[in-house]
C-alpha cells in the first residue's frame, strides 16, 4: 500500500507501526483514521476534492490492514532505545530512574519522583536521565518513547561502508583482458 502520488506530499504511512502521518511543516504527527478528515478541514483547510482523495485512500488502507484504525491510546509504540522513527520530531526530555516514566518536562519529573518514589532531595542526576524522546501523537495525547539518534549515525556509517564495499568488490572483479587472453591462448598453444 502507498500513498498515491497527488497526497504525497500532505501524507504518510509508517507501515511497521500502522500509523498515517500528516507531513504538514507544523504537524509531522499521527492522524488518527477517525480524525483525518477533520483534521486536514479544520487545521489545514484543504478543499473537498484533496479531503475526498484523502479519505478514499485512508478507507483502502484501513479495509487492508487494520492497524491503521489506531489513535493515540492503541498505537504501537517502538521499542525504547531505538533508531528514530521518520517524520516525527525528536524531543529533549527526562526519563526517570526507577520506572518508565517520560516527560519533556523537568518540573513534571521532579513531580513524579517526589509522588511517586518519594525521594525529596536527591539531585537530579540521581533521580532521572535526559534522554531524546519521539512521540506519534501530540496536543496532549502524548505517549512517549526514547530514541538513539547515535543509532541512526551508526546505520548511516554501516550503509556507507556497505556501499564502499560493493564498489570494491566491483573493482575487485577480475575482468579479461584481451592481453591476458592472449597470453593464455599462447602458453596453451607452446605446451602442445
Ligand atoms: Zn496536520
Ligand atoms: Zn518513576
Not at 483547510?45 to 478514499?56: E, F, L, S, T, V
Not at 521518520?86 to 518536562?105: A, I, K, W
Not at 495525547?141 to 538513539?148: I, K, L, P, Q
Not at 556507507?160 to 577480475?174: A, K
Request: with cysteine; proline share 4%.
Amino acid at each position: 500500500m502507498e500513498v498515491p502520488e497527488t497526497l504525497a506530499h500532505l501524507i504518510t504511512i509508517n507501515v511497521d507501526f500502522g500509523v498515517l502521518l500528516c507531513l504538514s511543516p507544523s504537524c509531522k504527527r499521527a492522524v488518527s483514521s477517525i480524525g483525518i478528515d477533520g483534521h486536514m478541514r479544520n487545521i489545514h483547510h484543504y478543499k473537498p476534492a484533496i479531503r475526498k482523495q484523502i479519505n478514499g485512500f485512508v478507507q483502502d488502507l484501513i479495509s487492508q490492514d487494520t492497524r491503521f484504525q489506531c489513535n493515540y491510546t492503541t498505537v504501537q509504540l517502538p521499542a525504547d532505545g531505538s533508531i528514530p522513527q521518520l517524520v516525527v520530531p525528536v524531543v529533549g526530555g527526562f526519563s526517570c530512574q526507577e520506572c518508565r516514566f517520560l516527560t519533556t518536562n523537568r518540573d513534571n519529573i521532579r513531580k513524579h519522583v517526589n509522588r511517586e518514589h518519594l525521594k525529596k532531595r536527591k539531585k537530579d542526576g540521581d533521580i532521572f536521565n535526559c534522554v531524546q524522546l519521539q512521540t506519534w501523537f501530540g496536543n496532549k495525547r502524548e505517549r512517549y518513547w526514547v530514541v538513539d539518534e547515535s543509532k541512526e549515525l551508526e546505520l548511516g556509517q554501516q550503509l556507507e561502508q556497505e556501499d564502499q564495499e560493493q564498489e570494491q568488490d566491483r573493482q575487485l572483479e577480475p575482468e579479461p583482458e584481451l592481453g591476458q587472453l592472449g597470453r593464455l591462448y599462447n602458453t596453451t598453444a607452446i605446451s602442445h
